[in-house]
């Protein structure tokens, strides 16, 4: 499973970042950044923090 940040949508709240700290970093501009594959283990928190974004930022990729 992958997941995508869009950085035109993304407004830096950091939900994400606190949900999945492992999957998320934070560019200069505060924008999040998906790294790597989302693992099994991590699942249920990627959904929650593509759920959770405020301004709908995240989203799974189509690979």
């Known amino acids: 499973m992958r997941l995508i940040a869009d950085h035109e949508v993304c407004e830096g709240h950091a939900m994400c970042l606190s949900l999945i700290p492992d999957l998320v970093t934070l560019d200069a501009d ?3 950044t998906v790294t790597g594959e989302v693992p099994a283990t991590a699942a249920a ?3 929650l923090a593509v ?3 405020p301004v709908q930022a995240l989203r799974w990729a189509d690979v």
């Open 30 to 32: 505060g924008r999040a």
């Open 45 to 47: 928190d990627a959904r």
């Open 51 to 53: 759920d959770s974004c």
